[in-house]
């Protein structure tokens, strides 16, 4: 547990020397990357070049969290509740994944990465689920990092479905409701197949979860900074790794 290793260098010398401790890397990692459109208006352009830029940030972070030996990595991309924004700017967004994707997937094949999708399909536009259902077809039988992308995903519908998919049970005669645990819960979630986030990171200076995995966040690390997302880089990574290896995670214990 104390075996430190100077295991990663970063590109400037200032920060380099992230020390990370390599027997205690969070399993999983979840990151609400916020904060494009601000980006993008702090320079004078227009929000969705944001947007655009915070998808050289994914890459980015993937290939970080990929070196460092996570397993999952879970990315908000669409909330539920994004589809209020205005119709251009949505638009631009659900045509991200396809973008994304051309460039990167032969990459993400390569480098034995298992891209998933956590969210409601059915309001997706065509294009852009059948580029996210093609990369998980594609990548279905890698071994290496789990990439999850949140996309038109909200923890409140989540737990509804989840909650009516228990409840019919219960009616059907099935289910005793006295007998409903947290793993039932979990099991008809959408994350069902991954553990929950040990650490949580939030770009943007933005202090609150926005309807992202909440039940699946309750013992999580919260980890936040004001970096806007296009600017969140490896050696920001590292930081939140760094200070994550610094905490105690009791559980309710001593
Ligand atoms: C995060 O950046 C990306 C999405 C929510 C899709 P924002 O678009 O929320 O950027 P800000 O928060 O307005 O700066
Ligand atoms: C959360 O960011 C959603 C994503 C990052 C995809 P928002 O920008 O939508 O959150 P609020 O509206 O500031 O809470
Ligand atoms: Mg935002």
């Not at 947007?51 to 972070?61: L, N, Q, T, Y």
């Not at 005793?176 to 099991?187: F, G, R, T, V, Y």
Request: net charge neutral; charged share 30%; proline share 4%.
């Amino acid at each position: 547990m104390l075996q430190r290793l100077k295991a990663l260098f970063g590109s400037r010398p200032k920060e380099s020397r992230t020390l990370l401790e390599t027997d205690n890397v969070p399993q999983h990692i979840a990151i609400i990357m916020d904060g494009n459109g601000r980006w993008a208006q702090s320079r004078g352009l227009p929000r969705v070049a944001g947007h655009h830029a915070g998808m050289k940030a994914v890459k980015r972070i993937t290939v970080a969290a990929d070196r460092l030996g996570v397993k999952y990595l879970t990315l908000y991309a669409f909330s539920t509740e994004n589809w209020k924004r205005p119709k251009a700017e949505v638009e631009f967004l659900m045509k991200l994944p396809q973008e994304f994707l051309s460039i990167e997937l032969d990459e993400l094949i390569e480098k034995n990465v298992q891209v998933r999708m956590m969210g409601y399909k059915s309001e997706l536009p065509g294009h852009t689920l059948s580029a996210v259902e093609e990369a998980v077809e594609k990548t279905a039988h890698n071994t290496g990092l789990v990439l999850n992308f949140a996309l038109n995903y909200g923890s409140r519908k989540e737990m509804i479905e989840a909650v009516r998919q228990l409840a019919e049970s219960a009616r059907e005669g099935s289910l005793n409701p006295q007998d409903i645990e947290e793993k039932d819960l979990s099991a008809k979630l959408l994350s069902a197949e991954i553990p929950d986030p040990d650490l949580l990171i939030r770009t943007s200076g933005e202090l609150r979860l926005s309807n992202f995995m909440l039940w699946q966040c309750a013992y999580s690390e919260l980890w936040f900074t004001d970096v806007y997302w296009p600017e969140f880089t490896e050696d920001h990574f590292h930081e939140a790794v760094r200070e994550y290896q610094r905490r105690a995670r009791r559980y309710g214990g001593l």
